[in-house]
Structures are given as structure tokens and as C-alpha cells.
């Protein structure tokens, strides 16, 4: 079993649906990161959480540490959302950080 | 201010060959970790290092693989005698390093190797 877990693998939505990519994990971290992976393979730098919920344009990322769980919410989706997102959590006391393996998410128009 | 860069964007080498992958971190930032993606696969950690100094290299395999952060220059990542399986997306970050563990890292582009 992987220490980070996300769900679901692949998610196809309609454009202007409302999308929730979900992680859990199973060991004490300091930080919670969320990144976007675009079809190029660039990585982009969504949020970094270690508690409540931190909000950034049309994305919503929340984190609940006592059940180990965050989500990110995508609000009225959008195609160019399409992309790989990835959840990705810091071990406690140390920099090291271990990854979930992803959700490739497509949005149609 | 110019993001983290990476170079080359890809790579070819043949079998035995070696493999040098260059970081330069975001201007101000003095931590740098290295994460690889095998195809297919999700993003692993490779190595940590701040300047001139390995802090954690766990994820590094045993043999083959080095990389160092010199005072002046950009980060190398450096694999000699390269096999197939070497095969893999390269990621850099880096963070500034001023604000302990509450950092957020910042990704370079990816060097993508392909070994023949």
C-alpha cells in the first residue's frame, strides 16, 4: 500500500462541472502539496497546506489532519484544467517529500 | 525572476555512457532536491542538498548516481554508465530554505533521458 493515495486514477468531466480530486495518507506530515502536471510534463506549484483550506482563483485545496485526508476542488472546470494533478506529502521533520501517483483529469468542452 | 532552470530539456545517451543533468535554482534559493518520474510511473525523491552539502540522498540509488550543489554554479545530477532503465523525467526543485519546513518548492522544467 502507498503512503499517499489519491482517487480517482482518471476523471472526465464536462466543461463548467465542479471537480474533487481526493488524497489520503498514512503518515505524520508537516505539509500537504498539491501540483499540476501539464501534457508537456511541466510541474507547477498548486498549494502547500498544513491545515484548513487555502483557496486560488477557480481551485479550492483543504486538508483534514486528523482524518489524513485533503481534496482539491476545481469550481466551473475549464479544458485548459486538463492535466495530470498530483498530491504529494512531507514526511514529519524532514524535507522529504512522497507522492501520490496522480490523477489525469480531462475536461471537454 | 527566472524560474528554476534545468538543462538540457533531453537528453540521448547510449548504454554506458554518462549522463550529467544541470539544476540552477530560482535566484535567492539555496535548497535543491531532485525527483525522478519513470514512465508510467508517479514522482519519486532522489536527493536533497543545500550548498556544498548532501543533507538527505536516501532515494539515490547505491551506485551510479551522484549529485552535488557546488558554492558557485548550478546543482548536477550526474549518472555514469547509463543502462535502459535509467530511462526517466528528471524534476529539480528548489526552495529558499529561510522558513524551515513550511516551504514551498519550486519545479524546473524537467529533463527528459532517454537511454538507447
Known amino acids: 500500500k502507498n503512503e499517499v493515495e489519491q482517487s480517482p486514477q482518471n476523471l472526465t468531466a464536462q466543461e463548467g462541472e465542479f471537480i474533487t480530486i481526493n488524497c489520503s495518507y498514512s503518515v505524520g506530515i508537516s505539509a500537504l502539496h498539491w501540483l499540476q502536471q501539464h501534457p508537456g510534463g511541466g510541474i507547477v506549484s498548486l498549494f502547500m497546506?498544513?491545515?484548513g483550506k487555502k483557496k486560488h482563483g477557480r481551485l479550492i485545496a483543504t486538508i483534514n489532519i486528523q482524518e489524513k485526508h485533503s481534496s482539491l476542488h476545481i469550481t466551473a472546470s475549464h479544458p485548459r484544467d486538463s492535466a495530470v494533478y498530483i498530491c504529494a506529502v512531507r514526511w514529519k521533520n524532514t524535507d522529504k517529500l512522497i507522492f501520490g501517483t496522480g490523477t489525469r483529469l480531462q475536461v471537454f468542452p | 525572476n527566472a524560474g528554476v532552470m534545468q538543462n538540457p530539456r533531453h537528453l540521448v545517451r547510449r548504454r554506458g555512457q554518462e549522463a550529467r543533468l544541470r539544476c540552477s535554482p530560482m535566484k535567492g534559493h539555496s535548497h535543491v532536491y531532485w525527483y525522478r518520474q519513470l514512465p508510467e510511473e508517479g514522482l519519486k525523491f532522489m536527493v536533497y542538498?543545500?550548498?556544498?552539502?548532501?543533507?538527505?540522498e536516501s532515494g539515490m540509488p547505491k551506485e551510479r548516481f551522484s549529485a552535488e550543489f557546488p558554492k558557485e554554479g548550478p546543482s548536477i545530477l550526474r549518472i555514469q554508465q547509463v543502462v535502459r532503465g535509467d530511462s526517466a523525467a528528471y524534476f529539480c526543485?528548489?526552495?529558499?530554505?529561510?522558513?524551515?519546513?513550511?516551504?514551498?518548492?519550486?519545479f524546473g522544467p524537467g529533463t527528459r533521458l532517454l537511454v538507447l
Open positions: 497546506l498544513s491545515s
Open positions: 526543485a528548489s526552495s529558499r530554505g529561510t522558513s524551515g519546513l513550511q516551504e514551498t518548492q519550486y
Open positions: 542538498l543545500q550548498k556544498e552539502n548532501i543533507i538527505d
